[in-house]
């Protein structure tokens, strides 16, 4: 159990176009999900937390109007990169904490999203 | 939430346990220790947490000091797909539920 998917694995667009990246909890409900961008030989990097049925709530430094985040169910968050690049290009990975679960925050990570911005 | 402390790489020879320590000299009573790890290109996976007993699950041992300061991973038959950046994090439990990641330690399991 504890599944966490994200649609694309891998994307390349050109430079100025948006890009949008899904992140599924697969058998687990999610009230909360994170994202996060890692640059090669670089640890991870919190974005932001994406909240079900509010705002998603950003670190310092992100820019929210370039980086949309949607969590429209307890099942999904998506994060959508506009007018994206190439210094967007990165590897974006979200994770989720299981809905009562909050006592031991153990948080499961999707796979990754490879996105390359020509 | 604490600071972690962990050795940048390590081997370790196939079959053999492989010991990754963490220090967190600065960790408060209600903290937790967690493990994660991350294979090349891959998104990071839980291995095991802890708060003060030492915790045995299918994929490792957690070892953690009396006074709570350190702790120690230990994978006990190190595999080569064992091959990961293993990341030590502190954290306390409530509502801000953030991970703050280091560098972890890159261990390379040899043949």
Known sequence: ?118 | DAKTTQPTSMDCAEGRAANLPCNHSTISGNEYVYWYRQIHSQGPQYIIHGLKNNETNEMASLIITEDRKSSTLILPHATLRDTAVYYCIVKGTGNNRKLIWGLGTSLAVNP
């Open chain 1, 1 to 118: 159990g504890a599944v966490v998917s994200q649609h694309p694995s891998r994307v390349i667009c050109k430079s100025g176009t948006s890009v949008k990246i899904e992140c599924r909890s697969l058998d687990f409900q999610a009230t909360t999900m994170f994202w996060y961008r890692q640059f090669p030989k670089q640890s991870l990097m919190l974005m932001a937390t994406s909240n079900e049925g509010s705002k998603a709530t950003y670190e310092q430094g992100v820019e929210k109007d370039k980086f949309l985040i949607n969590h429209a169910s307890l099942t999904l968050s998506t994060l959508t990169v506009t007018s994206a690049h190439p210094e967007d290009s990165s590897f974006y990975i979200c994770s989720a904490p299981p809905v009562g679960r909050e006592a031991s925050d153990t948080q499961y990570f999707g796979p990754g999203t490879r996105l390359t911005v020509l």
